[in-house]
């Protein structure tokens, strides 16, 4: 785009249809709203702090040495920030570890051709060789029966559906296969599984996740494969005749150790004793950065509350950023959370979660099913829509403040663009280079501007 | 994100608060347009003929092998897929040529550094040195005066404001240091400029774009320069002391030469001689692919008819994809169809055009001050929000349909997701690399959409 006469007529011309009406309250929230967004994008330091996190700081799965510095390093910033108390939670958690050994090749023939694979979170090591056989669902299985499966590795084949706009329906529409595949397979005598990544994109990155062995059946090796590979193998199996594949790991599971949540909080002038929340995970798959899961979400609770308090902001109830530990393969940090503060009698009003990667904001999914709360909530939409934030839907508001619904907390997950997710999801890609600086500020900003209303309004 | 069964459960409660009203004709649009965008993601062509269209194919700024090569590539597109009619429309093209030398660097003392930098399209080649003077707009020149400028190198420093939340409208608060900066630098006596390029992120990437001189001063050198040699350079100068830079650069502008439009056509069965136009622009900036701008729109506009005619829609008014010659430096194909349309007496209702990037579609930019036509398109806002599309906003359509204006055409633009345009507008980073597959899909699906909607209503 270019010839700047006619940019300039386009750029005069930008004005909104919808005319908004506000009220002298929505007058001065919508500056508030301004402020919160200018500082975001002139101020903000969450980019430079993802950058470290990501870049200085090694891969932070729970239990490893990079997750104890991602504790300590989140801690300062807290302190640096100069919030009102900082403190850590300490809880018990998952020590699973990759190892250095996870391979796999096929042989066709004579022909032998590496495969890119890596293993499930929670996956047991070994060293196995078994025929290939395609399933597209976890029902196939139980039709084929034992005669079939036996002494088989099974390949989990159903790819994400890309007619979905929402790229997490299709994600929904598929985990299944990664999560229960390999003690289904297990249960009918398979020796290994591996799964289809999760991914919309054909790349040759392999994506790991989280998986659950059924205790009635052995525990097999459960390896995700890139989608390319996973189009070879399909290709390769369509043709007929027999493919064998050998696969290595050597990821082993260790005794739960010892882990932390992360808490910074601005104290409330009026209502110190109740609370508004919002978080994201510190724990991250170790094949990647964890740059978009949940680097980003990190990073924006600290920054939501930084700009607040930067601004002058003085928040009726307490405010806490809440690192949280262990979402991805135990929630261990989401339960301690919630025990804390129901033991503490806590009153949590409202949490936010940002946990969907650090896209551009586009509103927010509301876990609710109070009208009256629903109606509040969209009245902020006017205000909002101005910064791109036009989606306000019922749905989940995330894994960490989830435990919070059953004290009767307003859950919200901040919801961004999703095109982009899975192409890092889990991944070796999942890396800061990946973020964009004023997609995630401006996230960070929504998140601020949401809590700044609700703080208001509750 | 992970943990299977708090995933199920949101995805299971993502239903819309705002219930949709829809009449026995909104049902049916509203299958209709969950066809065109299902066609768009499970069954496109854009994304591989735009890898084609930057890789295969050398840069292809106006008047060079890769324009011509662009022409004939985009009319192979519309002939495989047995478009009714496929058909150039010619003119002559400005034919500026940058030239395999441009370079600078910058002296303090006896310590030399290279500057990124790259030549602004349509300035001249030269060999100058000269003080470094920096300025933040074009009106300090006048307060500075000749004594000031007389033989330095002028260096328009103005940032773009990233406090916008639409970076178009931050572009163009700083383009008239591109566009006007060198004749006014002139004016005073400079020997060349360089400005910081337009971009909102630290980089190394200078960005090029179109400039004018004014013919009553000398034609002098103008560069763009890196933002982050632009920062050093503002530092270095804000220690104090004298910088020398030295620029080095042999573009040359040829004679004008003969270029085309390309039009590809699906006749009306209603109305055939009324036309539906969508378009991108067909050339590019030569330092990079022109993935985003415009070869994404080009794309998109063929993809937005090839969905209709797949899914076996038969418009009442005939369709035109057109990929415009020449936006970039002179906007001629632009002006060559209007006339063309014109003395035809073709009558055009609509025209959509894509050039803001293939980035996440987010709306509409609807350029027009009449109040029943902007209610009418309001209309189908119920209709499109399912796909992300709540931006309907008044705005220019684009520079390419621009001059339809004239004869009553409704102007439209695509909206998409304004935060990495700028990141490798007019820059060496405008490669497919950084255009996402889906991002693309659902830009083309969105006019197409449009398309539908409006070849219905009108």
């Excluded at 999760?198 to 525990?219: A, I, Q, V, W």
């Excluded at 209502?271 to 508004?276: A, Q, R, S, T, Y």
Aim: net charge negative.
């Amino acid at each position: 785009m270019a010839y700047m006469q006619l940019l300039i007529r386009f750029i005069a011309g930008f004005v909104f249809f919808f005319h908004v009406e506000v009220s002298a309250q929505g007058n001065s929230d919508s500056l508030v709203i301004r402020k919160i967004f200018e500082e975001a994008l002139t101020k903000s330091r969450c980019y430079d702090d993802l950058g470290t996190l990501c870049k200085s700081i090694p891969p932070r799965l729970s239990g490893s040495v990079g997750a104890a510095m991602a504790v300590e390093f989140t801690r300062s910033i807290f302190e640096d920030e100069k919030f009102d108390r900082v403190f850590l939670q300490q809880m018990m958690v998952p020590n699973w570890k990759r190892g250095d050994v996870c391979s796999a090749n096929a042989q066709i023939g004579k022909v032998k051709k590496d495969l890119r694979v890596c293993a499930l979170g929670g996956s047991v090591g070994g060293n196995v060789t078994g025929e290939v056989i395609a399933v597209n669902s976890l029902e196939k299985l139980d039709s084929l029966g034992r005669k079939a499966i036996e002494n088989k590795i099974v390949f989990f084949n159903r790819p994400m559906e890309p007619r979905h706009i929402h790229t997490f329906e299709a994600y929904g529409g598929c985990v299944d296969q990664r999560w229960a595949g390999p003690s289904k397979a297990a249960k009918y005598g398979a020796v290994a599984t591996l799964v289809r990544s999760m991914n919309l994109r054909e790349d040759e990155f392999p994506h790991t996740g989280s998986m659950s062995y059924d205790s009635d059946y052995p525990k097999i090796p459960a390896l995700a494969l890139s989608t390319d590979d996973a189009t070879w193998l399909t290709n390769k199996l369509a043709e007929g005749g027999s493919i064998e594949v050998s696969l290595r790991a050597n990821c082993v599971t260790m005794p739960d150790t010892i882990s932390h949540n992360v808490v910074g909080e601005l104290i409330g002038t009026q209502f110190p004793n109740e609370f508004v929340i919002c978080g994201g995970h510190l724990d991250a798959w170790d094949n990647g950065e964890g740059a978009h899961d949940d680097g980003a979400g990190c990073m924006q609770s600290i920054e939501a509350l930084r700009i607040l308090k930067n601004i002058g902001y003085k928040p009726r109830h307490t405010l806490r950023a809440v690192m949280f530990m262990n979402e991805e393969n135990g929630a261990r940090g989401a339960k301690k959370y919630a025990e804390w503060a129901d033991s503490l009698n806590e009153k949590h009003l409202f949490a936010i979660e940002s946990d969907r990667g650090g896209f551009s904001p586009r509103g927010f999914a509301i876990d609710s099913e109070d009208s009256i709360m629903i109606r509040k909530i969209s009245r902020f939409r006017t205000l909002l829509e101005p910064y791109g934030l036009h989606d306000f839907k019922r749905g989940g508001g995330g894994v960490d403040i989830g435990p919070l619904k059953k004290q009767g907390t307003l859950c919200i997950g901040l919801v961004p663009d999703s095109q982009r997710y899975f192409d890092h999801h889990h991944a070796a890609n999942d890396t800061f280079e990946h973020v964009n600086k004023r997609e995630l500020e401006l996230g960070a900003a929504a998140m601020a501007a949401l809590i700044y209303l609700l703080d208001q309004e509750l």
